[in-house]
């Protein structure tokens, strides 16, 4: 079981950036597949970012292509997550995640561990 903790949320304008990191603990880290997903205020979870475990496959959310950047350190066991030209409708809480296999998926029901998200929110 891999334990993972977000970090790097926090208050910011529109346009602005931010840059969230998620600490996994356990072996395994550089196994498998990690994602970044959001879930807003009344609204479900949805898929932000998807690396697979040696950081050569990467997949976006149409909503976040070319302003999200998902990269991965397997030596120092994190994932990241670098936001910018940052809008109010990213506001949500941003959860990484461990894939049970190698490769990248945006799909929520392949991933076995999840963190304790972080808040982001965009002001206006």
């Known amino acids: 079981q891999v334990h993972l903790v977000e970090s790097g949320g926090g208050l910011v304008q529109a346009g602005g950036s931010l840059r969230l990191s998620c600490a996994a603990s356990?072996?395994?880290?550089?196994?498998?597949?990690m994602a970044w997903f959001r879930q807003a205020p009344e609204k479900e979870r949805e898929f932000v970012a998807t690396?697979?475990?040696?950081?050569?496959?990467?997949y976006y959310a149409d909503s976040v292509k070319g302003r999200f950047s998902i990269s991965r350190d397997n030596a120092k066991n994190t994932l990241y997550l670098q936001m910018n030209n940052l809008k109010p409708e990213d506001t949500a809480v941003y959860y990484c995640?461990?894939?049970?296999?190698?490769?990248?998926?945006?799909?929520?029901?392949?991933?076995?561990?999840w963190g304790q998200g972080t808040q982001v929110t965009v002001s206006s």
């Open positions: 690396i697979n475990r040696i950081g050569s496959d990467l």
């Open positions: 356990g072996r395994a880290f550089g196994d498998y597949g």
């Open positions: 995640a461990k894939s049970r296999v190698a490769g990248a998926s945006r799909y929520s029901d392949l991933y076995d561990s």
